[in-house]
Structure formats: C-alpha cells, structure tokens
C-alpha cells in the first residue's frame, strides 16, 4: 500500500514539470526563429560609369538675309546651295532707289543755293544802319538762313540712306554654308525689313546632347569627372545650359566638333562617354530596393545583424547595378527575404541557392 507522503511527492513532481513545459512553450512563442535570408557578396567595380549618347551636329546660329529697301528681288540662289564666302546670294534692282538718288541730288543743289542766298541776305543786313533796316528784318533772316542749313543736313542725310540701300542690293554670303531656306520669290518686290533667304554657316560646327538628370550632375560632371569621346578622339566642351528641359528632364551641352570630321549638320552621332569615381561597386539588382526617390540595401554584419545603407545607382548592367555607397569589396547584402527586416534584426543566412521562405 502506497503511502501518503508517497502520492504528495508524485503530486508535486507532475506540477512542477507541467509547470516547466508551459514556460518552455510560452518562452518559445515569445523568441521565434530569425528571419532566413540568401545574401551576395558585394563586387569591385572599376572601369567607371560608361554609356553612349545620341548627339546631333549643329550651329550656332542661322542668318536671315533680309531686304532694305522696298525693291523687285531679280536674282537668287537656290534652296539648298552650298556657297563660299563672298558669293552672291540674292540681287535686288535698284532703278527706283537710284532715281531717288538722283532727284534728291537735283534737291541738294537747290538747298545749298537757298542756303547761300540766305548767308549772303543776312550778312549784307546785319552790316546797315539800324535806322535803314528793322530788327524784325534780321531775325527774319537768321531765321531763313538757319532753316536753310537744316534743309542742306536733311538732304545730305536722306542721300546717304538711300546710297546705303542701293549698296546693299547685292547680298553676299558672310561664311561658307549652305542656303536652307527661301522666303521670297523671284521677281517679286521684297518689302523693307523682310526676309529673303536663311543661310547657315558650316565653318562654326558643334554636337548638341541632351544629358539626362538620372545619370549626369551636369555642373559637377562636365566639369571635372566626365569625359566624352568620338570615335576615341576627346570632345572639349563649348559650353553648357543652365536651364533643364521641363518635358524630359534633360540638360543641353555642346561639344566643339573635331576638324577633321565632315561631319554634315543635322547628322546624328553617338557619343561614348566616361565617368571616373570613387567608392564604386556591383551589386546583384535583387539587393537593391527602390523607395520613391531613394534606393538602399540591407547589409549584414559578422553578427548576423542586418542594417539599412543608401546606395545611389549609376548604372544598369542587366543583372547588375554598379551603385555609389559606402559598402566595402566582399561585404554580404541581402537578395532574398528582405520582407519584414529592420535595423538590428539578427538573420539565418542560407547557403542554399532555392527560393526561401523568411521566418520559418
């Protein structure tokens, strides 16, 4: 027969390891098991930030040839003509402005004889007795003799305008270039400030590109990291905008063209550029995740411990990025399970190249 101290000391065994197993259970929820990440070693990257750009040949700037005087336009060139410096594009007649020219010359003569009457009048009243001619008569005088020296100047003026016009009936080419466009017909009369022709000189060549924002910080690239090259050969720059284009979110920089290229204007050309900087890597593009404007890496330490590092990514190699961050050659990030992590979680790594499920 079994005692009763006997069945107390069972009793109070059976509690105490039920007691045990339900803090053993409870201990367990409360710490599951750490998060299962597969990670990545971070790469060297070297050679830089390189890429092409599509780039157009272009000029600076196109002349008009206008008119400058109201004259019948009897000769031009054709749309589309390549012509030297000095060659003539564009003849106006100039009968009309010459008859001008000669009947104000007929004027002048008349002017300057009116004008000698008058010195000669004057002279001859200012010398009498004041008790023979009146002070109204003198200033009469003066006043014809001034208004006849203004009448000689007026004239005089209007000559050389219209001397200045019929000189620039003939227009001639101001560089070598091309004619790309006529605004006048032959044998019509071209008003006074209308435009004839547009010709463009092609002595003055440059590349125009469009850099976009996403790859280039224009006034800190251009001039010091980046190089830009055509067909190997180095392009200096010309100059920059300082203004963005709102719809594509690019830059315009121009590039002088190499002289030894005849290069046509309105070609397009491919640019390979190069960017030399530091603290470059290559990441796997599954490490990296984007946040609106931002994007970053979890990193994790000797201590199993992840952390959040701001990358900033300069290029898209495919399967790769090459980014710009301080994470150091052979760290471990993350590239699958990155779900749920936060600064200081403690991870599993897994060496197993399958899809994992996090937080087994």
């Known amino acids: 027969m079994i005692s009763l101290s006997a069945c107390m000391k069972g009793s109070k065994l059976q509690y105490f390891l039920v007691g045990f ?51 019948k336009l009897n000769y031009l060139v054709s749309a589309g003509s390549y012509v030297k410096a000095g060659d003539l594009l564009a003849q106006q007649d100039g009968f009309y402005l010459r008859q001008s020219l000669n009947a104000m010359r007929y004027e002048l003569i008349q002017h300057k004889a009116n004008l000698s009457y008058h010195e000669q009048e004057y002279q001859r009243l200012i010398t009498l007795d004041k008790d023979h001619v009146s ?96 067909q190997s050969e180095t392009l200096k ?62 990193r994790v330490n000797k201590q199993y411990l992840v952390e959040k590092v701001v990358v900033e990514v300069m290029q898209n190699q495919a399967h790769d990025f090459v980014v710009q961050s301080p994470l150091q050659v052979g760290e471990q990030v993350v590239v699958l399970g990155q779900s749920n992590l936060a600064n200081g979680t403690k991870v599993r790594l897994s060496p197993a190249p399958t899809l994992l499920a996090q937080g087994e």
């Open 21 to 71: 197993s339900l803090i053993c259970s409870a201990h367990s929820m409360a710490t599951p098991h750490a998060p299962l990440v597969k990670t990545a070693q971070v790469s060297p990257w070297h050679d830089g930030i390189q890429g092409h750009l599509s780039c157009q040949v272009s000029v600076p700037l196109e002349y008009t040839v206008a008119s400058e005087s109201q004259a």
């Open 135 to 230: 002070a109204s008569a003198v200033n009469e005088h003066a006043l014809s003799l001034e208004l006849a020296k203004h009448s000689v100047a007026a004239t005089l003026n209007s000559i050389s305008t219209v001397e200045k016009q019929i000189s620039a009936l003939k227009h001639y080419a101001p560089a070598d270039g091309e004619v790309t466009q006529l605004h006048s017909n032959l044998g019509s009369f071209v008003a006074r400030g209308d435009a004839i022709l547009s010709f463009t000189a092609s002595n003055d060549k440059e590349l125009h590109c469009e850099l976009p924002l996403t790859q280039f910080r224009v006034d800190q690239d251009i001039a010091q990291a980046v190089q830009f090259f055509f």
């Open 237 to 298: 720059l010309k100059r920059h905008a300082q203004s963005v284009n709102q719809r594509h979110q690019t830059q315009s920089v121009w590039f002088h063209v190499p002289q030894k290229h005849a290069l046509p204007i309105g070609k397009l050309i491919n640019v390979h550029w190069q960017s030399q900087r530091s603290k470059l890597a290559k990441l796997p593009v599954q490490a990296v995740i984007f946040e609106r404007d931002k994007a970053y890496v979890w």
